[in-house]
């Protein structure tokens, strides 16, 4: 467990975050993100291994991970 100090700062630092997009010299409105970490900021690969250190495996599920991206691969006889 984080002290509670630890937990306000990365709070902080995901919270409350907006973009905006530039193309061609125009503008977009301001958006607000809702899951991620600024990129190129030197949390996010702690915290993105922090995010997946915990993600299930299983014998009929092949986890495949690279950067920043999972993949889930399995195979099924049937649909059901």
């Known amino acids: ?31 607000s993100i809702q899951a991620g970490v600024p990129q190129g900021s030197v949390l996010g690969p702690i915290l993105y291994l922090l995010y997946t250190s915990d993600i299930p495996t299983s014998d ?9 991206d999972t993949a889930l691969l399995t195979v099924a006889d049937d649909q059901e």
């Open 1 to 31: 467990m984080l002290p509670k100090a630890y937990c306000s700062l990365i709070e902080s630092y995901l919270k409350d975050r907006t973009f905006q997009v530039s193309y061609n010299g125009a503008l977009s409105n301001w958006c």
């Open 60 to 68: 009929q599920v092949d986890n495949r991970m690279f950067a920043d």
